[in-house]
Structure formats: C-alpha cells, structure tokens
C-alpha cells in the first residue's frame, strides 16, 4: 500500500474512531446517545422508525451510512449476511432479526472503537445470531463460499483498493450469493478532482466511484445481474445509490446482453437522475 493510501485508511480509522468514542461517552450521560451529526442525506433518519426502536440507542445513534441496506438486501431466513465496515452494528443486528436464529449475520470493521461499541449493542440486543470480526474490507477474514449476502452502508467509497474489495466480495459469496449496498456514486461525468471539490474523502464523497467505474470494477470481479439506482442525491452530481449484482452459478447463463444494452449505461435506472 502507498504511503498516500495508509495515510488516507489512518484518517479514516480516526474519523470512524472518534465518532465511536462520541457515541459511547453520551451513553454514559444522562439524556443518553447523541445521533453523530450529519445532514439529511447520512445517518440513522434514512431507516424506518420501528427499526430504529428496535434497537439499542447507541447503534442509532452511530449510524453514518447513506442508505439502508438491509431493506434493499431482500434477506431471508436462515441466510448468512456479512455486512463490510459494520460500524455500530446497526445493519448487522437488523440483518440478525431478518435471518433469523437459524442464519448468522457478521460485522467486518477495523476500528476498534467502534467494534466495542458494536458488541455492546449486540449485547443489549441480546442478538446471539451475530458475530462481529476484526480486519479491512480488502482482505475479509472468512473463508470462501460461505457468504450468502454482503452488505455495505457506504463504505466502500472509503477504500483505497476498491478492486480488492470487489474481489474479497466476490471470493467470500458462495454461488448464486448476491451483494445489496448503500454507496455514494459520481455521475460519470465528474472527474476525480470535481468528486474532490464537493466533499472530503472521510465524508465518504472524494473517493466515490462514478457509475461506470463501479459497474465496470463489479464486471472485473465477475459479478453478474449489476443493478445501480440512485434514490437521492447527496451533492451536486454524487448520488446515494444502491448497489445490486449476484456472484454467477457455475454453468447458469448469464442475463442477455440485450437487458444491459437496454438501461442508461448498463444500470437499471438512468446515471443521472434528473434526465
């Protein structure tokens, strides 16, 4: 990794690190868990009020994500869901209520701080359908073909490799498995610099992918069925999207290239939603 890079994945671990710390403080005090403060397009508003009941205040409160995967991810009982830089957990004990006892929902993230926050709520949640692991999303401490669904929550905007994510995506999910992510994503024709100019990378907007660029790194992994809709837009041309595509069963056809010729770019909904 580059000295540019490791910087890059140290800023973000302090960031993440230090929103952990802010959550676990307020859990402490007297009026309770204080929600990180982000605008409307971030944050625990974007998931329904009885999910946000369900849980424990301080995985509300520690929600940074730009979607709800859970709810797009179309999870069902017994499956095993692994959700890539689980943050509080709040995707991941939602994803444990959807699976069920006999499926198993793992958190993946590199902060310790918000590992012990997350296995506090875990706790509080009583979940014991839950596991949470420590390690980057470029290098996925599972073995392979275990995984039915991996979700995200806007995190992958956040690596410095995002092939070797494709690719630990693809590797962990066994056949037929499929991928349901919340991502911010650039319309294509913003160049990295313009990206750069609506936001920081630990704002999870300098490092967003462009829509092409996304479908073309999940085409390069070898995921079939790609999907990419963008619901609301978080900056002027970067979009909250959701992410859909499926890791290919040996043998099965893949989806006639004339269903891809027919969507703007090769997405199910036009790049840029105001066409």
Not at 7 to 21: G, H, K, P
């Amino acid at each position: 990794m580059s000295e540019q890079n490791t910087d890059l994945r140290e800023t973000v671990r302090e960031r993440y690190a230090a929103a952990a710390v802010q959550v676990t403080a307020g859990g402490t005090a007297c009026c309770g868990p204080q929600a990180i403060e982000v605008d409307d397009n971030f944050g625990s508003t974007l998931y329904g009020a009885d999910e946000r009941d369900a849980l424990p205040a301080e995985a509300v409160a520690a929600s940074l994500g730009c979607g709800n995967p859970t709810a797009v991810a179309d999870l069902h009982e017994g499956e095993r869901v692994l959700d890539l830089g689980s943050g509080g957990g709040i995707d991941v004990l939602l994803s444990a209520r959807r699976v069920g006892l006999t499926g198993k929902a793992y958190g993946l993230d590199m902060t310790e701080e918000m590992l012990a926050l997350a296995l506090a709520n875990q706790k509080k949640a009583g979940a014991t359908n839950v596991e949470f692991l420590k390690g980057t999303i470029e290098a996925i401490p599972l073995p392979a073909n275990t995984i039915d669904v991996v979700i995200s929550n806007c995190v992958i905007n956040l690596s410095t490799d995002k092939p070797a994510v494709f690719a630990e995506m693809m590797r962990v999910l066994a056949p037929g498995g499929r991928i349901g992510i919340s991502d911010v994503v650039a319309d294509d024709t913003l160049a990295p610099e313009q990206r750069a100019e609506r936001g920081d990378y630990v704002g999870c907007i300098a490092g967003a992918l462009s829509f092409a660029e996304y479908r073309q790194g999940l085409e390069a992994a070898g995921f079939t069925g790609i999907e990419i809709t963008p619901p609301h837009a978080v900056a002027d041309g970067m979009h909250s999207a959701v992410v859909r595509a499926a890791k290919p069963i040996p043998g099965e056809a893949s989806a006639p290239e004339s269903l891809a010729a027919e969507s703007c770019c090769g997405v199910t909904a036009c790049c840029t939603p105001a066409d």
